[in-house]
């Protein structure tokens, strides 16, 4: 893919390829200040016809990315910026389903009984089962039918 034309999705040119770093791309582009900047390869596809690297992002994600210095590519910066997974540090579960207090992954169920408010599922529930039919402050939650006969 050396020396193939980098085309964004906005149909820009973003520069050329001037090697592969790992699974990045390094993109130079510029005439007198040449930039170099690294592309995740998953965001790329490459036409071996045509010569030309197409990138998944617009030329502004590109023109935003993470610079390479002398050579060197930060793959977590790359991946963050980007978006990938690779650029966050491992969750806190590690896979082993333990939850911990601060979880995103708490369903809303969950968070209402570590709150201590009564779960949608359970109040829908004892309602439909005619166990109360007051809500909160003694206030009827379903007003009568008017219509309806004593």
Do not use: C, F
């Amino acid at each position: 893919m050396e020396g193939y034309e980098v085309i964004t999705s906005d149909d820009r040119k973003a520069g050329r390829v001037t090697e592969v770093k790992a699974d990045n791309l390094i993109i130079e582009h510029g005439l007198l200040l040449k930039k170099r900047h690294a592309v995740p390869k998953v965001l790329a596809h490459a036409d071996e016809a045509e010569k030309v690297v197409r990138l998944s992002v617009s030329s502004e994600l590109v023109e935003n990315s993470p610079k390479v210095d002398n050579g060197h590519v930060d793959q977590q910066a790359v991946a963050r910026h980007y978006g990938l997974a690779a650029g966050e540090p491992a969750p806190e579960t590690k896979g082993y389903g333990e939850l911990t207090p601060e979880d995103p992954a708490w369903s809303a169920e969950q968070q209402e009984l570590r709150s201590g408010v009564e779960p949608a599922p359970a109040r829908r529930a004892r309602i439909r089962e005619g166990e109360s039919e007051a809500g909160p402050h003694g206030r009827q939650i379903i007003p009568a039918d008017p219509h309806e006969g004593p």
